[in-house]
């Protein structure tokens, strides 16, 4: 077995763990000040809207230039005064150019056809000049903010059914706060935002819930009966909840990276496929942050409104209590743990230790939770 999965064995029989509950304050801090950051550069700098949002033209020619890319895009903001894209058609422009102007009208676009003949040294007659209005743009936008909150919904819905409205506002709070970083990268970058990129965004969303309901599918389970013991505490059982599927989320998070980052890094920033940013962007910071969310934000959020039942309350106080006296009367904690185990608990509800390391020594004088029962 590789140590990955060695790894992966241990964390899920709760022989090793990481308390991500125990610190889940430090990772509300980390979240919330990556969300301030991609709040303010949102306010600070705005999108940058593409041409379907804000209008404009768009002229091809299949004419090769005679002047460099660079060279084309300046004579192209010198013409208009506004940010132009310039894109190579074929090889090495052999098919044309496609030059993408915002924000002008058809007598603007008349004026900058003309301008651009002179300079390009293409006759006027083969450079097309397509004008593209924003409704386009703003009727996606609509529909896929209608159809965002529609989403948002019905997974508080399904979640408040198949689980509880605790999980389901775990998972919503999430979801927010992915999509927001997301949005606040491409303000921060600058990327242009396409309907590709409002396609990116609302793919990451399935994703991101994905990882998060396998979290709350494996908590539920841990937690069932969890007032008939006196072993462990709600937020203890969450700890292993998310140790056990941690490595899971790792390689799924891992795995759908990987082409995306091919996409991203590969594609457009190397060979210079700049339209694959458009939704790359969106589904690679979406992927990461939706696994982060998983693990650092959504679990801890229900384990902090679980705690503050009265039931759920009182059974960390009594467990507690017993902890106390057991420390009081010189027992270790590892032997007080098993002897709190009460009729009808289930002694397969260990969960993951509070720090990553050796929780019990193999073979060694200690009795295993099974055997001692």
Avoid: C
């Amino acid at each position: 077995m590789s140590r990955l999965g060695d790894l992966g064995a241990r964390l899920y029989r709760g022989e090793v763990g990481y308390d991500f509950i125990g610190k889940r304050k430090l990772w509300y801090g980390v979240s919330i000040l990556i969300t301030i950051t991609a709040i303010v550069g949102l306010a600070v700098s705005g999108l940058n809207l593409g041409i379907e949002f804000k209008g404009g033209a768009v002229f091809t020619t299949d004419t090769k230039a005679k002047i460099s890319l660079s060279q084309v895009r300046e004579d192209a903001v010198a013409a208009s005064g506004h940010e132009a894209i310039v894109q190579e058609l074929g090889n090495g422009g052999s098919d044309g150019l496609r030059i993408q102007i915002t924000e002008v009208d058809t007598a603007k676009a008349d004026q900058i056809k003309s301008q651009l003949s002179e300079d390009l040294g293409i006759p006027e007659e083969q450079i097309n000049a397509d004008l593209v209005g924003p409704s386009w743009g703003e009727q996606i936008a609509n529909k896929a903010w209608t159809g965002l909150g529609i989403f948002m919904v019905l997974v508080v819905v399904y979640l408040a059914i198949a689980f509880e409205w605790r999980m389901a506002v775990a998972a919503l709070i999430a979801l927010i706060h992915d999509i927001t970083i997301t949005v606040g990268v491409y303000a921060l970058v600058g990327f242009e935002v396409t309907p590709g990129t409002v396609i990116g965004l609302l793919t990451i969303l399935g994703y991101s819930l994905y990882d998060t309901v396998v979290v709350f599918d494996s908590l539920k389970e841990g937690t069932k009966g969890i007032t008939k013991q006196t072993r462990w505490t709600y937020s203890e059982i969450a700890n292993r909840s998310i140790n056990g599927t941690l490595v899971r989320s790792i390689n799924t998070t891992v795995v759908a990276l990987l082409p995306v980052a091919g996409l991203l890094f590969i594609g457009g920033g190397v060979l210079g496929a700049g339209t694959l940013n458009d939704i790359s962007l969106s589904l690679f910071v979406g992927l990461a942050a939706g696994a982060y969310s998983s693990i650092f934000i959504a679990t801890p959020l229900v384990a902090d409104l679980k705690e503050r039942e009265p039931q759920i309350k009182a059974l960390k106080k009594r467990i507690l209590a017993k902890r106390a006296s057991a420390a009081a009367k010189g027992e270790s904690a590892e032997s007080e743990r098993d002897d709190l185990v009460q009729d009808g608990s289930d002694g397969d509800t260990e969960p993951a230790g509070a720090v990553v390391g050796q929780r019990r020594q193999a073979g060694g004088h200690g009795r295993s939770p099974r055997n001692h029962r």
